[in-house]
Protein backbone atom coordinates (compact mmCIF):
# COMPACT_ATOMS: atom_id res chain seq x y z
CA UNK A 1 0.00 0.00 0.00
CA UNK A 2 1.26 3.60 -0.48
CA UNK A 3 0.45 6.37 0.87
CA UNK A 4 1.47 10.43 0.42
CA UNK A 5 2.18 12.66 3.77
CA UNK A 6 2.37 16.21 2.49
CA UNK A 7 5.28 18.41 4.11
CA UNK A 8 4.77 21.76 5.99
CA UNK A 9 6.00 23.41 2.95
CA UNK A 10 3.62 23.84 -0.33
CA UNK A 11 4.97 21.49 -3.10
CA UNK A 12 6.47 18.96 -0.48
CA UNK A 13 5.12 15.41 -0.11
CA UNK A 14 6.43 12.15 0.37
CA UNK A 15 5.25 8.43 -0.37
CA UNK A 16 5.38 5.85 2.00
CA UNK A 17 4.93 1.59 1.64
CA UNK A 18 3.32 -0.13 3.98
CA UNK A 19 4.03 -3.96 2.93
CA UNK A 20 0.45 -5.50 3.70
CA UNK A 21 2.37 -9.25 5.25
CA UNK A 22 5.13 -7.95 7.56
CA UNK A 23 3.38 -4.48 8.38
CA UNK A 24 6.52 -2.86 7.94
CA UNK A 25 6.86 0.62 6.50
CA UNK A 26 9.36 2.32 4.01
CA UNK A 27 10.18 5.67 2.91
CA UNK A 28 9.92 5.09 -0.66
CA UNK A 29 10.87 9.07 -1.69
CA UNK A 30 13.89 10.90 0.99
CA UNK A 31 14.70 13.64 -0.15
CA UNK A 32 16.74 17.37 0.52
CA UNK A 33 14.52 20.52 0.26
CA UNK A 34 10.57 20.63 -1.18
CA UNK A 35 9.91 17.94 -3.58
CA UNK A 36 6.65 16.78 -5.25
CA UNK A 37 5.72 12.79 -6.32
CA UNK A 38 2.82 11.61 -8.23
CA UNK A 39 0.36 8.96 -7.77
CA UNK A 40 2.47 5.63 -7.85
CA UNK A 41 2.01 3.80 -11.25
CA UNK A 42 2.58 0.09 -10.15
CA UNK A 43 4.04 -2.57 -12.11
CA UNK A 44 1.67 -6.02 -12.40
CA UNK A 45 4.55 -8.10 -10.25
CA UNK A 46 4.43 -4.89 -7.29
CA UNK A 47 8.29 -5.15 -7.89
CA UNK A 48 8.20 -1.09 -8.57
CA UNK A 49 6.42 1.59 -9.23
CA UNK A 50 6.98 4.88 -11.67
CA UNK A 51 5.70 8.30 -10.70
CA UNK A 52 6.26 12.28 -11.54
CA UNK A 53 8.92 13.64 -9.42
CA UNK A 54 10.29 17.23 -8.92
CA UNK A 55 13.20 15.95 -6.66
CA UNK A 56 16.28 17.99 -7.32
CA UNK A 57 15.12 19.63 -10.83
CA UNK A 58 12.99 22.11 -11.91
CA UNK A 59 10.49 20.27 -13.84
CA UNK A 60 8.90 16.89 -13.17
CA UNK A 61 10.35 13.81 -14.40
CA UNK A 62 9.24 9.92 -14.31
CA UNK A 63 11.38 7.94 -11.58
CA UNK A 64 11.26 3.99 -10.67
CA UNK A 65 10.88 2.98 -7.15
CA UNK A 66 12.68 -0.56 -6.55
CA UNK A 67 11.01 -2.08 -3.72
CA UNK A 68 13.02 -5.15 -3.39
CA UNK A 69 16.42 -2.31 -3.34
CA UNK A 70 14.65 0.54 -2.35
CA UNK A 71 16.60 2.31 -5.14
CA UNK A 72 14.34 5.82 -6.82
CA UNK A 73 15.94 6.58 -9.93
CA UNK A 74 15.10 8.74 -12.78
CA UNK A 75 14.00 7.04 -16.06
CA UNK A 76 12.46 9.42 -18.62
CA UNK A 77 13.24 13.13 -18.31
CA UNK A 78 11.59 16.18 -20.59
CA UNK A 79 12.29 19.58 -20.24
CA UNK A 80 8.54 19.59 -19.46
CA UNK A 81 6.39 18.55 -16.62
CA UNK A 82 5.75 15.10 -17.15
CA UNK A 83 3.05 12.70 -15.22
CA UNK A 84 1.87 9.14 -15.48
CA UNK A 85 -0.35 6.50 -15.26
CA UNK A 86 -0.71 2.75 -16.30
CA UNK A 87 -3.34 0.40 -16.56
CA UNK A 88 -4.37 -2.04 -14.35
CA UNK A 89 -3.03 -4.87 -16.18
CA UNK A 90 0.35 -2.82 -16.31
CA UNK A 91 1.17 -3.25 -20.07
CA UNK A 92 0.40 0.34 -21.03
CA UNK A 93 2.21 3.49 -19.50
CA UNK A 94 0.75 6.72 -20.39
CA UNK A 95 2.84 9.62 -19.98
CA UNK A 96 1.48 13.47 -19.90
CA UNK A 97 3.38 16.03 -20.42
CA UNK A 98 2.66 19.59 -19.75
CA UNK A 99 4.03 21.71 -22.65
CA UNK A 100 3.95 24.73 -22.05
CA UNK A 101 0.51 24.78 -20.83
CA UNK A 102 -0.55 22.30 -23.09
CA UNK A 103 -1.06 18.57 -23.16
CA UNK A 104 1.12 15.74 -25.05
CA UNK A 105 -0.31 12.15 -24.65
CA UNK A 106 2.20 9.15 -24.79
CA UNK A 107 1.41 5.59 -24.94
CA UNK A 108 4.64 3.71 -23.64
CA UNK A 109 5.50 0.19 -22.91
CA UNK A 110 6.12 0.54 -18.95
CA UNK A 111 9.46 -1.61 -18.59
CA UNK A 112 11.48 0.01 -21.85
CA UNK A 113 9.68 2.89 -21.69
CA UNK A 114 9.54 2.38 -25.84
CA UNK A 115 6.96 4.77 -27.24
CA UNK A 116 4.40 2.65 -29.01
CA UNK A 117 2.21 5.39 -30.05
CA UNK A 118 0.78 8.90 -29.12
CA UNK A 119 -3.06 9.82 -27.98
CA UNK A 120 -4.12 12.52 -30.98
CA UNK A 121 -5.80 15.40 -29.24
CA UNK A 122 -8.79 17.30 -31.09
CA UNK A 123 -6.64 20.61 -30.62
CA UNK A 124 -4.33 22.53 -28.27
CA UNK A 125 -5.41 22.25 -25.11
CA UNK A 126 -5.01 20.37 -21.52
CA UNK A 127 -5.57 16.97 -20.77
CA UNK A 128 -6.88 15.84 -17.12
CA UNK A 129 -8.03 12.75 -15.16
CA UNK A 130 -6.49 9.90 -17.73
CA UNK A 131 -8.35 6.41 -16.61
CA UNK A 132 -7.80 3.44 -18.39
CA UNK A 133 -10.72 1.20 -18.83
CA UNK A 134 -10.31 -2.46 -16.31
CA UNK A 135 -8.75 -4.53 -19.41
CA UNK A 136 -6.55 -2.02 -20.62
CA UNK A 137 -7.88 -1.51 -23.96
CA UNK A 138 -9.58 2.00 -23.91
CA UNK A 139 -8.31 5.50 -22.11
CA UNK A 140 -10.66 8.07 -21.70
CA UNK A 141 -10.04 11.76 -20.45
CA UNK A 142 -11.56 15.18 -20.33
CA UNK A 143 -9.87 17.45 -22.57
CA UNK A 144 -10.33 21.66 -22.72
CA UNK A 145 -9.19 24.05 -24.71
CA UNK A 146 -9.69 27.89 -25.39
CA UNK A 147 -12.52 27.10 -27.88
CA UNK A 148 -13.99 23.95 -25.80
CA UNK A 149 -15.25 23.32 -22.46
CA UNK A 150 -14.54 20.05 -20.40
CA UNK A 151 -15.70 17.19 -22.64
CA UNK A 152 -14.78 13.44 -22.35
CA UNK A 153 -12.77 11.60 -24.92
CA UNK A 154 -12.16 8.34 -25.55
CA UNK A 155 -9.04 6.60 -27.06
CA UNK A 156 -9.20 3.05 -28.18
CA UNK A 157 -5.61 1.92 -27.91
CA UNK A 158 -4.25 0.68 -31.21
CA UNK A 159 -6.96 2.62 -33.42
CA UNK A 160 -6.56 5.17 -34.95
CA UNK A 161 -8.09 8.93 -33.62
CA UNK A 162 -9.24 9.70 -30.40
CA UNK A 163 -13.75 10.43 -30.26
CA UNK A 164 -15.62 12.88 -28.02
CA UNK A 165 -17.89 11.30 -26.26
CA UNK A 166 -19.41 14.76 -23.86
CA UNK A 167 -20.71 17.93 -25.73
Do not use: K, Q
Not at 127 to 150: I, K, Q, T, Y
Amino acid sequence: VAAARFGDDAGDMDVFLLDTETGEVAHATPHAGSAEFGVPAWLPDSSAFLAATSAGRDTRAIGRYEVATGEWRIVLESRWDLDCVIDDAGRTLLVLANEDGCSRLELRDPETLELRDEVLLPDTGVAEHAVFSPDGSRLAFSFSSVREPHDVYLHVLGAAGTRRLTT
